[in-house]
């Protein structure tokens, strides 16, 4: 199962989520970067919990280093598939959070989600010298958020069938409940003093991400967040739209909504639109032209269900335009 997007659009732009996944990169990239010197680069930005508690292994570290490596271990990635794994989780959530926290709350909650998550596994590995890295404990907690501010959304999720993309809306609360339930028995069956995913830390991201969403809504919005939020505010629509259509027994033609933005209307659009009917789903693009109205219908033709081998139905979408 691939998430592939939310079907709760936000009202703004994800300044702040967009910069995290460009820092995770840039981290990457640098990690890359540093050839022969890569252990040692890992080591000490890097979270290592004998650095805290040995002092022998302390000592070897300069007190800022110590600090730092509380937020570092979050930007670093143990290779090309973890940190794509990690961002594409933090593009699909995250947008909405911080939709919701306005940016700068929302980078406080990502840092703090992250740090606690870190934290929970020193507490639980004290004497390890096994580095830990990743945005996993972070994005739980952005996850973790999401779940409580989002239960009913719908993951648009992909489903690879003998080679056929099969796309699927799944409740949010069931995506993320099943991915919690997955994170608790890997760390049940997983050694709490050993190497390898530090599926705990998950855990405490997630609950972490709950207790600051609570928090920080109840903490005042800061003026410059506001500023930033009418700055960010979204012209558009999502780009792919799962639409549901209705349809009778006897009749082949399909009718659904599509939504864009008044600036789409003017201008017009391309949207990647999923139509599902039956057992069957199908992909493929829509052009709206310039100069649509709100209430229009557009007429794809043969895109309905098939009559027979030859023939097919129309599908008809109504155009609401919204804000």
Known sequence: ???????????????????????????????????????????????????????????????????????????????????????????IFGDNIEDRLGHVRYLIFYLMSGIASGLLHLALNPHSTIPTIGASGAIAGVMGAYMILYPRSKILTLIPLFFIPYFIEVPAFIFLGIWFLLQFINAARSSVHGGGIAWWAHIGGFIAGIIFLKML??????????????????????????????????????????????????????????IPWGFQRRLFRVTIPPGVKDGSTLRLRGMGKRISYDRSGDLFLKVLVRE
Do not use: C
């Open 1 to 91: 199962m691939l998430p592939l997007r939310d079907t709760i659009s936000s009202k703004n732009y994800p300044v702040v989520n967009n910069i995290l996944i460009a820092v995770n990169i840039l981290f990457f990239l640098i990690q890359l970067s540093q050839g022969t010197g890569f252990d040692s680069f890992i080591r000490i930005y890097g979270l290592v919990p004998a650095r805290y508690t040995v002092p022998e292994i302390g000592r070897m570290f300069h007190p800022m280093e110590q600090v730092i490596a509380l937020v570092t271990f979050m930007f670093l990635h143990g290779g090309f598939w973890h940190l794509l794994g990690n961002m594409w989780s933090l593009y």
């Open 217 to 274: 809504l109840i903490a005042p919005r800061s003026g410059i967040g506001g500023k930033l939020r009418v700055a960010t505010s979204k012209k558009g629509t999502p780009a792919l739209q799962n639409i549901h259509t209705i349809s009778t027994l006897e009749n082949p033609d399909l009718t659904g909504d599509i939504v864009i933005s008044p600036i789409e209307a003017i201008n017009g659009t391309r949207k990647m639109v999923n």
